[in-house]
């Protein structure tokens, strides 16, 4: 099935420690995105790739790192320097960034991080 | 950056009760979406908008496309238990911009 992965649902950071949520898509998109969910926060984006190898800061990018080493993949590290990293993680891709139509961002599953 | 503001912020209404929620922007945008997010899910797009004054539905939902460009409306009408979750719009004004988000509004449903 074409589809956007999320791996794994559900994960937990210990204080000090590095982790890497994982987002796989198989529908040929150029443009992949993470965004933070908070209750009541909406979605805040954290970074966005328009092309492999190229990457933008999103609104709250800070204590984040990314890389876009394959079109299919876009993998979000929440590092140590995220002090409040509590939250469900969501990754989606587009068509295009830039075009109408072909913005239409299509969600992975989530991924709920929580802190020891 | 730009900012959606979407209202309610959450409804609670009696099964069959029909809601209606927006969106509105201090920005014109040239698309809006309406997605909705099931508990523990990604959201799924609903409508997508992309003309001045369009209205399109799709089974009970209706929205429609500002004439003002800077709004968006949701209608579901004779709401069912399933349609719990939380209702997002997004909007895009041009250039090579990611959508922008609302915060949301959280439907809960009585049955």
């Known amino acids: 099935d074409g589809g956007i992965t999320q791996s794994p649902k559900y994960l937990f950071r210990k204080e000090g420690q590095n982790v890497t949520l994982s987002c796989e898509q198989n529908l040929n998109h150029d443009a992949m995105y993470w965004y933070r969910q908070d209750p009541g926060q909406g979605l805040r984006l954290i970074y966005y790739s328009q092309i492999v190898n190229d990457f933008q800061k999103g609104d709250i990018a800070e204590g984040y790192s990314v890389s876009r080493e394959k079109k299919e993949s876009f993998p979000l590290t929440v590092t140590s320097a995220q002090k409040n990293p509590t939250a469900f993680y969501l990754c989606?891709?587009?068509?295009?960034?830039?075009?109408?139509?072909?913005?239409?961002?299509?969600f992975g599953a989530g991924t709920r991080l929580s802190v020891l | 950056g730009q900012q959606l503001n979407q209202s309610p912020q959450s409804m609670f209404i009696q099964e069959g009760e029909d809601v209606s929620m927006n969106c509105t922007s201090s920005s014109i945008f040239n698309t809006w979406l309406w997605y909705k997010q099931d508990p523990g899910e990604g959201p799924v797009l609903l409508i997508a908008l992309y003309k001045a004054g369009e209205l399109t539905s799709n089974g009970r939902l209706t929205a429609q496309f500002g004439i003002t460009r800077k709004d968006s409306f949701l209608n579901i009408s004779a709401s069912i238990p399933s349609d719990v979750g939380i209702y997002f719009c997004a909007g895009w004004n041009s250039g090579n911009t990611p959508l922008v988000f609302g915060k949301g509004t959280r439907l809960s449903v009585i049955a």
């Open positions: 989606a891709s587009s068509p295009r960034t830039g075009r109408a139509g072909e913005n239409i961002q299509y």
